[in-house]
């Protein structure tokens, strides 16, 4: 029997299929919990857009229709087949949707009376087994780095709603945790020699397989490019030591001092 409970949390990153620009939208939430054992199938729909710009993506009036048709797609799946939206690609002139069920019988007739209701789009599906839901996994899930910026823009757009001033300069502390202290001391000499401050050495004794905290410091500006090249490189360099790098925060700077 599977565990399926868990949260939605959906976001979305941009990277290539193909060598085409590709919009991945995600629920990261079902992550923790999959795959479900009761939801070994891949539903796959596509629909084919009408105005494809050179880039692969729809023109501006095209947008409010694909709304549409995914609130069709995804309400009635999750009504007639219990089936789970997990994730959605947009590139290359086509909308992809990404579903798992346990029901199957009644995936083809469900489907064609959605496609009914959009006579003007060419929409297609199919279906196949994916008990370990490979294809979440591996296509729509983002790598560590389009994770790290997901959490990155999270972080900016909480500050962006306080007012924040990115180009400013500010102290922005940064978490990183280490399996040994030998790994711990070695990151920090090379993070000292990157200009970096040490907050905070301790080792926490019920976390297991990296106990060696270590926090730093280092006035930077705060806006997307810059937080993106920090906290990529810190992850690079942590992984070098065994490490795992944790995250940043810092404090909404609304104007100069």
Known sequence: MSNNSYTSDWDVYF??????????????????????????????????????????????????????????????LEAKIEAVFVGKTLSNGMRS????????LLFEQTMEAVIAEFPQYRIAYQM????????????LYPDEES?????????????????????IPRTITHWIYFSTKEDREAFSAIAKGEGYSVRLEEEIEDQPGKPYKFVLHKEDKADEVTINEITLKLKEMAEQYNGEYDGWETEAITEYS
Do not use: H
Not at 42 to 54: N, P
Not at 128 to 139: A, H, R, T, V
């Open 128 to 139: 196949q087994p994916d008990e370990e839901w490979n294809i979440y996994q591996d296509l």
């Open 97 to 104: 949707f990404y579903f798992y069920t346990g029901e199957t």
């Open 15 to 76: 990277c290539y299929i193909e060598d085409m620009p590709a919009f991945m939208s995600v629920d990261l939430g079902i992550a923790p919990v999959a795959p479900l054992a009761d939801k070994p199938t891949l539903l796959e729909i596509v629909v084919g857009l009408q105005t494809i710009a050179e880039n692969g993506f729809p023109g501006n009036e095209e947008w409010e229709m694909l709304e549409e048709i995914e609130d069709a797609v995804v309400s009635t």
């Open 147 to 167: 994770l790290q910026k997901i959490y990155n823009n999270r972080i900016l757009k909480n500050l962006e709603e306080q007012g924040d001033q990115p180009f």
